[in-house]
């Protein structure tokens, strides 16, 4: 079983930067794919940027360099560093975690990241 709780969302300027956090609790963060997806109201949830173990990293087409996503297996934490943020940003950002050996994936509450014009 894994817990994933995220943070750092908030409300943003255009144009400013935020910083999201997901920590997660139980066994195999440090093999596990972890991702962050986003979901904007009326929208499918789609994929913003996932991290292997490895450290290999994908990013959805929209990002274009602004976000980066990075972990770190001692705290059992990965972030999303999101800079140059636009209004179509908004959304509620989630944590997932795909585990190496498994049959589910987990999925944190989510938070809410809010840009103004």
Do not use: H
């Amino acid at each position: 079983q894994v817990q994933l709780v995220e943070s750092g969302g908030g409300l943003v300027q255009a144009g400013g930067s935020l910083r999201l956090s997901c920590a997660a609790s139980g066994n195999g963060f440090s093999t596990s794919i972890m991702g962050w997806y986003r979901q904007a109201p009326g929208k499918q949830r789609e994929l913003v940027a996932v991290i292997t173990s490895a450290g290999v990293t994908n990013y959805g087409d929209f990002v274009k360099g602004r976000f980066t996503i990075f972990r770190d297996n001692a705290k059992y934490t990965v972030y999303l560093q999101m800079n140059s943020l636009e209004p179509e940003d908004t959304a509620i950002y989630y944590c997932k975690c795909t585990p190496k050996f498994g049959v589910y994936d987990y999925w944190g509450q989510g938070t809410q990241v809010t840009v103004s014009s």
